[in-house]
């Protein structure tokens, strides 16, 4: 079978990552899986995964591209492909407006963010992360599989001695460190990245060696920044680093002391054996235990809180973490125990292939998919319309000037 699966973007991130695994799982499984999209970060993972890939046009916006379109459309033609997965939503519409609508090759998707867009056409097969999503896309869309988003075991698993990468980021054998691997950017990630820095600085002074770790770079660096100088300087001592991006984390993961994070992250965390404090939006904050667990198979590696503070919610959960490695190790267990026995790699491409033929076997006709894409059209031009208009809105807006709390 002949796969190409496209991608939004090749920075770092949870979903160019699920999807990079993935293929290269499928690849060694027998079949030719080619990655689509435009360059970035993530180009030597696909090269040390040994996949083809094939560049397409920078992306700025979430917009659709003509020239991705036509890009799409001669690959599939040339190449012969089989089936077309493509990851998120902008990519899914280039490609059904292409060699899906007129030619008829098969589509399927990957949604792996907390909402799906209602442009996104409705014929098309949909692959999403929770079983909340499944539940609420169900009644709309034709057809929407659940695979919870895989971790590679192998590869990311706790070592036995952590000195070496404790010493990579300064840590002292007695510093509890606490680490955030993630994308500086407004969306999603700043509101609790920004909560973690003011939760240290809370409880900075009862305990003198705990260290927040922050891994990543971004558009809201310069935040981030201003808001762990506030931090070390009321404390008067470095509490909180910028590290700055990993291409390989795992040496931040071996480092940790406890994780915070959300999605691929929170699971990454999971793998290593690692005691982890789910964040999300909205204050949300939520340690994984043996009885919150089905709280995020239902939703996610995330959440939305009540729109408070999160900031002391999550100082209670750091402080509850630090004086006790006793229970940090046994959550640690827990999680590596429920990322091996749910969320393998082996098994989640085992299941994507199953898909592939399925979808095969289940061709939409271009009556139906004309249709769709009608539909789909409308939806999106609502979509670009509001967009555009929160654009010009923030142009008029004054600069903020940072955290302020």
Known sequence: MKIVVCLYTLEVGGSQINAIEIAAAVARAGHEVIIYGPDGDLRPMVRDADLEFVEGPARDRPRLSARATRQIADLTRRRKIDVIHSYESIPAMDAAIGSHLW????????????????????????????????????????????????????????????????????????????????????????????????????????????????????????????????????????????????????????????????????????????PLIVQGECGFWLP?????????LEQGWYGTGGGDDGAPRVAQVLRDLVRSPERRRELGAFGREVVTERFSLDVAAKRQVEIYHAVLARRTGFARRATSMAETAAHYAWFRAVWLRRLVGKARRPVAQGPGR
Not at 288 to 296: A, E, H, S
Request: charged share 20%.
């Open 103 to 274: 030619r008829g090759t098969p589509l399927v998707t990957t949604v792996l963010s907390m909402s799906v867009p209602k442009y996104l056409p409705t014929h098309v097969p949909l692959i999403v992360g929770t079983q909340e999503i499944v539940d609420r896309e169900g009644g709309r869309r034709a057809w929407v599989e659940l695979m919870e988003p895989p971790v590679d075991t192998g590869a990311n698993a706790p070592i036995a001695d952590n000195a070496a990468a404790r010493a990579r980021f300064g840590l002292a054998p007695s510093d509890c460190a606490v680490v955030s691997i993630s994308r500086l950017v407004p969306s999603l990630k700043l509101e609790g990245i920004l909560a973690a820095a003011r939760a240290v600085r809370q409880i900075g002074a009862e305990y003198q060696d705990l260290r927040l770790l922050i891994v990543g770079d971004g558009e809201a660096r310069d935040l981030v920044e201003r808001a762990a100088e506030e931090t070390n300087a009321a404390l008067g001592r470095t509490a909180v680093s910028l590290v700055g991006q990993l291409l390989d984390p795992r040496d931040a993961y071996a480092a940790a002391d406890i994780v915070i994070g959300m999605g691929g992250s929170a699971l990454r965390a999971m793998a290593f054996a690692k």
């Open 288 to 296: 994984l235990t043996p009885k919150t667990l089905d709280v995020f």
